[in-house]
């Protein structure tokens, strides 16, 4: 059984710094394309930014490239969200995922291509 625990949201104030963590239990996250979702609200779920199980390939959302790095460390089989900068517009339910395969789907960090999901962790931000 898949289990992702999220870990690491709180209250920031605008311009600082979150680390989000992801461990997961029952799957190896180098197997993995790994994901980082968040949803406000009233608004849809949007993807992140993702890591795929090969080669280390990331993709990220326009709106937080050059500030969020999602990284992955096999060893602690734990997926990060590095997040600076932040700003109101980030708070959101933050929120992992996982998928075996890599799709059109997962590929593009879309969250119709992931099949297992972690609690979601509250991220936000004051201005």
């Known amino acids: 059984q898949v289990q992702l625990v999220e870990s690491g949201g709180g209250l920031v104030q605008s311009g600082g710094s979150l680390r989000l963590s992801c461990a997961a239990l029952g799957i190896a996250v180098k197997n993995y394309v790994m994901g980082w979702f968040r949803q406000a609200p009233g608004k849809a779920r949007e993807g992140v930014s993702c890591?795929?199980?090969?080669?280390?390939?990331?993709t990220y959302a326009a709106s937080v490239k050059g500030r969020f790095t999602i990284s992955r460390d096999n060893a602690k089989n734990t997926v990060y969200l590095q997040m600076s900068m932040l700003e109101p517009e980030d708070t959101a339910v933050y929120y992992c995922a996982a998928s075996p395969i890599i799709s059109v789907q997962s590929a593009a960090c879309r969250a119709a291509g992931f099949y297992s999901w972690g609690q979601g962790t509250q991220v936000t931000v004051s201005s």
């Open positions: 890591i795929h199980s090969r080669e280390n390939v990331t």
